[in-house]
């Protein structure tokens, strides 16, 4: 099993629904399928959009799986049978979809990752806002809070990640026109999601966001290209080298309170652009939120971070005595919770924090309510 | 009435739609000739103004259903040009015209030196243009594209003339699909692609920034943080200015964000702490941050408001690490901390003892 090389997995990033993702996909799905490549389309998703059903004339489909969930019936993509077909490239749209209770994996981002696991290459859709890291500044900029979402890390180990772009204003023509929804549903949405604003704002987010992956993936070229450099010819290139950026590390304080879970993300995302390495601490007492702090656990780990519980009466002090165990230069953490006037004598955790982290930076993450 | 004169000018000149490329051959003429075509099927009236030369089969495919408004050629110093035919233009007046290379320059004796003011004359006109531009053609980006590829092109147009246009749309590919479809000959290897690539994203994301804050303004709407991180470092005479600068810029350049730096004119400073003030702006200034200078009694209220203002995301500031309050009394700290609810405040102890 382990002598099989991953598939290729190639995204199309887009802004919002219809902007003509999967219609690109599918045009160089096409292209390949002409030169004999062996593709499938493995699952699609055709929203009654009559350009883009056109382009999947000719292809060879697996047939969708059915699932029976809450008295109904559900569509999913039959993973297990793309397995055994065993193409050489699948098609998969939406790949931040959500499985329907019952299937093998919740998400289709791991059906996919099974698929490239055995080898087949798999060309995908999704939307920016998405993105695990930019959920909140999505809810700040548009307001809405969307539910399924893939982790950076998925994206980040993607081959290729191309931007499909279409200005605002032509998209809100094609919703005019009824291209991308029913015009009921077309004109709820132009007055809701698809305003100029929220496309505009997510439009450049979308675009920072490819940016920033094409210089990932080019600063993993150099690191690489370096390493050989050095391997080969010892000691010749260290005097040249960069100098380290990778020395700041990042520690989060998660807690119970429903917050941490901006506190994660922002703190992940501000260590993934400096390359800075990641960690989140838990000072564990309380046993009433048990719940929620294993909840914000799983979640940071599933970001890729790595989780430690640690004990002591003070928690401030027990926060800065592990930070500097392993050390760390700066701190992430919410804001404390205002204390009422007649205890403000007292000093909150946020204040003790600074008070008693003098050798280090503390960053106290901002919630970005309001709109 | 100034600005009535404007968007009236506005409302008779036709709109401009550019699409932006990192590199030659990703695709824009074509999709510039194929929303041409789409256009022309929805009952727009849409002919080809202008042509670049080695047109691919599938362009011509395209260009058999549309209408060509044939350019006229002309010599010049033993050389042949191709002009788009403006009088033609005029008379044709369509409602939207097809202009591929939009950075051409005309030859001596042209009725404009270079094609994107021909473009601004139709526009004036009231015809609506479509164009195609590659980044190594826009002026203001040819230093960074030259640091890349060690070549730089001789013609361009203003980074303005993009700023301006009704709506800017980028093509884009990876680097590999452009070396496949062309077989490599005289293209920039992969990486430099790829850095090209990632400068053309960031200019449309700038591009695309300028777009919602003048929409903002234009109705009325409060700034609020956008998708760009803008860090802002407040110093003061005591900061450690080095460590929050270097992080600043840092921050910076990673998140290719935008750096400012802002100190509160205090009354009765000390000449010593005037001194290394100075200092500190210096070297602010010479990491090219924004320096400005706030005039306000409450120092809070002055870096709060200026922070929203300027929609920053990332508030660097220093702190000692006592308490420094009284009984009752928030410290400006505290105070700060408890009004952002926009960005994030990173707080640097004061160096020196370390």
Request: a neutral charge.
């Amino acid at each position: 099993m382990s002598d099989i090389v991953k598939g290729h997995l190639k995204v199309y990033l887009g802004y919002a629904a219809g902007v003509g993702k999967t219609y690109r996909m599918l045009e160089e799905a096409q292209e390949m399928r002409q030169k004999g490549v062996d593709i499938v389309i493995a699952y699609f998703e055709p929203h009654g959009r009559k350009e883009t059903i056109a382009k999947v004339e000719g292809f060879e489909m697996v047939p969708r799986r059915v699932l029976e969930y809450a008295g109904s019936q559900f569509e999913e993509m039959d993973t297990e049978a793309v397995l055994r077909r065993k193409p050489a490239v699948a098609v998969v749209d939406e790949f931040a979809h959500t499985n329907v209770p019952g299937s093998e994996r919740v998400k289709r981002w791991q059906d996919v990752d099974a698929i490239l696991k055995a080898g087949i290459d798999v060309l995908t859709t999704m939307n920016v806002q998405h993105l695990e890291s930019l959920n909140d500044q999505v809810f700040h900029a548009t307001g809405i809070r969307v539910r399924e979402t893939v982790p950076d890390w998925v994206v980040d180990e993607a081959d290729e990640l191309v931007f499909v772009d279409l200005t605002p204003g032509a998209l809100r023509n094609r919703l005019e026109r009824g291209v991308v929804y029913a015009q009921d549903k077309a004109r709820r949405a132009m007055e809701n999601f698809f305003t100029e604003t929220n496309l505009t704002a997510l439009r450049e987010m979308a675009l920072r966001h490819t940016a920033h992956e094409v210089e990932e993936k080019l600063d993993a070229a150099a690191s690489a290209a370096e390493t050989a450099t050095r391997a080969g010819l010892p000691g010749a290139a260290s005097g040249s080298a960069q100098p380290a950026g990778r020395t700041e590390r990042i520690l989060i304080c998660l807690t119970g309170r429903p917050s941490s879970a901006i506190l994660i993300r922002r703190g992940k995302r501000v260590a993934d652009y400096l390359h800075a390495e990641c960690l989140a601490v838990h000072v564990g007492e309380e046993a009433a939120d048990r719940e929620a702090v294993e909840r914000h656990m799983t979640f940071a780990r599933n970001l890729r971070i790595e989780t430690h519980t640690i004990t002591g009466s003070d928690v401030p002090r027990a926060v800065v005595e592990f930070a500097r165990s392993r050390g760390v230069t700066q701190i992430f953490t919410g804001r404390s919770a205002p204390l009422p006037w007649w205890r403000r004598y007292r000093e909150t955790i946020v204040q003790r924090l600074v008070r008693q982290g003098r050798d280090m930076q503390i960053t106290i993450v901002a919630e970005r309510r309001q709109r | 009435m100034r600005r009535v004169q404007a968007d009236e000018r506005k409302e008779r000149r036709g709109r401009l739609k550019v699409f932006l490329g990192y590199a030659s051959r990703v695709g824009k003429s074509l999709r510039m000739f194929d929303e041409g075509r789409r256009r022309k099927a929805r009952g727009e009236d849409a002919v080809v103004g202008a042509l670049q030369s080695g047109v691919t089969p599938d362009i011509q495919e395209i260009l058999s259903r549309l209408e060509v408004v044939p350019s006229i050629t002309i010599r010049h110093a033993g050389r042949t040009y191709d002009v788009m035919d403006m009088p033609a233009l005029f008379r044709r007046h369509p409602q939207v015209c097809l202009i591929d290379g939009l950075a051409y320059d005309n030859p001596p004796g042209s009725r404009n030196p270079k094609r994107w003011q021909d473009v601004d004359e139709l526009l004036d006109r009231g015809i609506s243009v479509i164009t195609a531009v590659n980044l190594q053609h826009i002026h203001e980006q040819q230093d960074q594209v030259e640091a890349i590829t060690g070549r730089r092109a001789a013609n361009s147009i203003p980074q303005e003339f993009l700023h301006e246009a009704d709506e800017i749309e980028v093509v884009d590919a990876p680097p590999d699909a452009l070396l496949d479809r062309t077989g490599g000959g005289n293209m920039p290897d992969p990486r430099r692609l790829a850095e090209l690539r990632e400068l053309a994203l960031l200019l449309a994301a700038d591009v695309v920034d300028r777009k919602l804050q003048e929409y903002l303004d234009a109705h009325g709407v409060a700034a609020r943080p956008g998708a760009q991180e803008r860090i802002l470092v407040c110093l003061t005479p005591r900061s450690n200015a080095a460590e929050m600068l270097q992080s600043g810029l840092r921050n910076k350049l990673r998140f290719h964000g935008a750096l400012l730096v802002a100190y509160v004119e205090q009354p009765n400073v000390r000449p010593q702490d005037r001194e290394k003030l100075e200092k500190h702006l210096a070297m602010a200034r010479e990491m090219s941050a924004e320096v400005h200078c706030l005039q306000g009694a409450d120092f809070v209220g002055a870096i709060l408001a200026f922070a929203h203002e300027q929609r920053i995301t990332q508030l660097f500031l220093g702190h000692t690490g006592s308490p420094g309050r009284s009984w009752l009394v928030r410290s400006p700290l505290d105070r700060l901390i408890d009004a952002a609810e926009s960005f994030d405040v990173r707080l640097f102890p004061h160096g020196g003892s370390k």
